[in-house]
């Protein structure tokens, strides 16, 4: 559905060069391109696109909504947040959408539920509904977030949509150990992840690893790489683990600003010092749940879990009951008994 987006779009560009809003909807189709196919070249095509649309008509909000989707997806949330703002009109849900992913990574909460609110206020479907999911998950409610997917299901208009949202509610079942719920959930949104998730959690390691297997060689996204590497170690090939965890990082680098994920990784699977430097360069941009779970671990792995401890508190002071920010914090807790 994507490729036939750009397509249509560059097919009106080349009649109408001069079309600032075909333009920035290309731009943004290039964002989701991206996202979709984590390869940063879509990034590249997407600045070039909505660059040329401010060029054409300065300042006009579909470009500055698409250059913050695009910071969003570079992890430049300070710049996310600014584009929106400044694209920001009465009747912009998409601005709003924007303002709420980047005010939520850089950890105004605040100002990510009035954003939300007027998101829903102004067009209450499905990425009004699934950033209501999210923004309750984060603060531990779990049934309001599982009724907000509910909603964005009844308000689907695609099977991609219909199958996001499905997803979103396997994984909200996967973590709170229902995994049968989870496994319908997934299995009806066709994901290869899901199914990857629920043979490794089963204890298939073999057909666990088919399917992520097939779903990196499609999207090598850094998360996707991890979750393989690590079900390799579960299955005791840990040489081959060790190699997605490289490539995991090698496509952070491609994308770059994320050293939000790099420190996980590290910390997990790599050297603690450097997942330290990586969570105190995130830390000192933004400090959100996310950066402080990624800080107490750094800290903990480096044998520092006194001072890893704030942080975790910090991580779940929303209510988040994420079950690896959890672990962590059952881990730090342990060794300060």
Known sequence: MLERTVDGLQDKLRRSPKDAEAWAALGSAYVEMGRATAQASYHQRAQGALDESLKLKPDNGSALIGLGALANARHDFTA???????????????????LVDALTQLG?????????????????????????????????????ARDALRKALDSVSSSEEEAFCRFQLGEL????????????????????????KMAAARGRFDEALGHYRALVERTPAPQLLVEYGEVLEKAGRRDEASAQYSLAMQQLRSFGGDDLTA?????????????????????????????????????????????ALPFSDKAVALGWQDKTVLRHRDAIQAVLR
């Open 108 to 144: 105004d909460d605040a100002g990510a539920a009035v954003a939300l609110q007027r998101m829903l206020d102004l067009r209450p479907g499905v990425a009004s509904f699934t950033r209501a999911a999210y923004h309750f998950e984060l603060h531990g409610r779990v049934d309001d």
């Open 263 to 307: 420190a996980l990784i590290a910390a997990d699977h790599g050297d603690p010092a450097e997942a330290l430097r990586f969570a105190q360069a995130e830390w000192a941009k933004r400090q959100s749940v996310f950066t402080a779970d990624a800080m107490a671990w750094a800290l903990h792995v480096n044998k520092r879990s006194a001072e």
């Open 80 to 98: 996310a947040r600014d584009y929106a703002v400044k694209a920001a009109r009465p009747d912009s849900a998409e601005a709003q959408g924007v």
């Open 173 to 196: 079942a996967f973590n709170a150990g229902a995994l049968d719920e989870a496994a319908e959930h997934y299995e009806r949104a066709n994901s290869l992840q899901g199914r990857g």
